[in-house]
């Protein structure tokens, strides 16, 4: 049964050439289903509002899921070769988020090492990028409560995130060199059209040119856009 979901992510995790679905919901759970719709495990953390990611983290050819609540509790879970995915899922490791809520999960290999990084958006107010064993690469307390990050393709910057207070981030993939613009606006949705970033308000879509922001460190080339009529 899923309790309103909130994401669905698909992917190849057995490696048997059909796609399983994953989705979290409001309820603390990761759920799995296979190709048929049937059921291949749930996976809980705590309580609340689920984020998840999809990636391979050891290698292995195979994705591991990361996962936490707006309740805190965040992990990773590496799903057996064979047999239940429910009774034979190892917990890799568990990242301490100090009780303050997880709000967006992304993952890229956003140094371009080779290995995938974890990107945290968290309600402590800073952005964590954890290597794959969980451990924080680098972290910026960009402000309070981190409600949206992005992973850039095709860009200097590789991420952007979003504070409550309106603040946007740029950074380089490996956070050396960041900039901050006040948009004066929090996005309850925003995403990478091209060489832009979509934001939406719930009352307006502003687009921003990327490179624009990178280079000038402020949100002037803004073109607002009132949905609806007209
Ligand atoms: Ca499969
Ligand atoms: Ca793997
Ligand atoms: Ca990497």
Do not use: C
């Amino acid at each position: 049964m899923l309790h309103g979901s909130i994401d669905f992510l698909t992917v190849d995790a057995d490696l048997d050439g059909k796609l399983e679905i994953f989705a979290t919901d409001h309820y603390g759970h990761l759920q799995a289903f296979r190709h048929d719709g049937s059921k291949a495990g749930a996976f809980y953390t705590s309580i609340g509002d689920m984020q998840a990611t999809l990636a391979d983290l050891d290698g292995d050819g195979r994705v591991e899921m990361i996962y936490g609540s707006s309740t805190g509790d965040l992990l990773s879970t590496k799903l057996p070769e064979t047999g239940s995915w429910q009774r034979g899922a190892k917990t890799l490791w568990r990242f301490d988020n100090f009780g303050y809520g997880v709000n967006r999960l992304r993952s890229a290999d956003l140094d371009v090492d080779g290995d995938a990084e974890i990107v945290v958006a968290s309600q402590t107010g800073y952005l964590y990028v954890l290597d794959g064993r969980g451990r924080v690469k680098w972290q910026d307390r960009a402000g309070t409560d981190i409600v949206e990050a992005l992973v850039l393709a095709d860009a200097e910057p590789r991420l952007a995130y979003f504070d409550r207070s309106g603040v946007l981030t740029l950074a380089t993939g490996d956070g050396e060199v960041r900039r901050r613009i006040a948009l004066d606006r929090v996005p309850t949705v925003a995403m990478q059209l091209g060489d832009k970033i979509v934001v939406g308000t719930g009352s307006e879509l502003l687009s921003f040119e990327i490179g624009g922001l990178w280079k000038s460190g402020s949100a002037t080339s803004v073109t607002t856009r009132r949905p609806g009529p007209g």
